[in-house]
């Protein structure tokens, strides 16, 4: 079982937005997946009671019960656990970080936002963990053109030293819309632009988690 901790320590960037679409996506292509939610706000438990389907197992629990959840987890051969994580306490997050074979630091493209990223990513590193930063929130191209704000988030974050994704999250109503009824986009909207930036996170994320063996992907279990 892998373990995927989904960090921000600034309220509003999508992090419970994103851990629950890609608990969800993990339970499309065909794994068994569990969402912790230890963040006290329980708006990814919200998110999973308003589902009128199968979906990921949930468990709301504290940071203090996050290790012994783990173990349980994988003696019931879960192949994921999603970590919704906490802004504060700063022991919570480190607790969760801990316990992680791979972080997602969701950020949107503000400069608090971006020092923010920047103290996880220091906590990540110094805990020997593996992480991989994800722009959140992110205004759309016009024109094809990608908008200033996001250019210079993209060539700030390069100076924490961990990886930015190449795929990012759009402001768009869809992410919102979907997680009211307890949905991913890719279920809510299928074959919109908001369903194409969480499969191909999904298709980025799956491997970095899993190692370089077969993991199924959205895609494949919907052929």
């Known amino acids: ?39 006290a706000q329980r708006s990814a438990s919200d998110a999973l009671r308003a589902r009128n389907s199968a979906g990921p197992v949930l468990a709301e629990i504290n940071a203090g019960k996050l290790f012994s959840t783990q173990v349980s987890a994988q003696h019931d051969n879960f192949d994921a656990l999603v970590i919704d994580t906490p802004a504060a306490p700063e022991t919570d997050v480190l607790q969760a970080i801990n316990c992680a074979d791979l972080c997602v630091l969701v950020c949107r493209p503000t400069f608090l936002d971006i020092a923010s990223v920047v103290r996880s990513a220091e906590a990540v590193r110094r805990l020997g963990k593996r992480g991989v930063i994800v722009l959140s929130q992110a205004p759309p191209r016009r024109n094809g053109v ?3 704000a996001v250019i210079k988030a993209a060539e700030a974050l390069r100076f924490t030293g961990m990886p930015l994704a190449p795929i990012g999250l759009r402001a768009r109503a869809a992410f919102q819309q979907s997680i009211a009824h307890g949905r991913s986009v890719c279920e809510w909207e299928p074959g919109s632009a908001a369903a194409e930036e969480i499969s191909r996170l999904w298709e980025l994320v799956a491997p970095m988690l899993f190692g ?9 279990n919907q052929a």
């Open 1 to 39: 079982m892998k373990t995927l901790a989904v960090i921000s320590r600034k309220g509003g960037a999508g992090k419970t937005t994103l851990a629950v679409n890609l608990a969800i996506t993990a339970h499309l292509a065909g794994l068994k997946v569990m969402l912790a939610d230890l963040d």
């Open 146 to 148: 990608e908008p200033p």
């Open 212 to 220: 370089q063996g077969p993991v199924k992907t959205l895609a494949a």
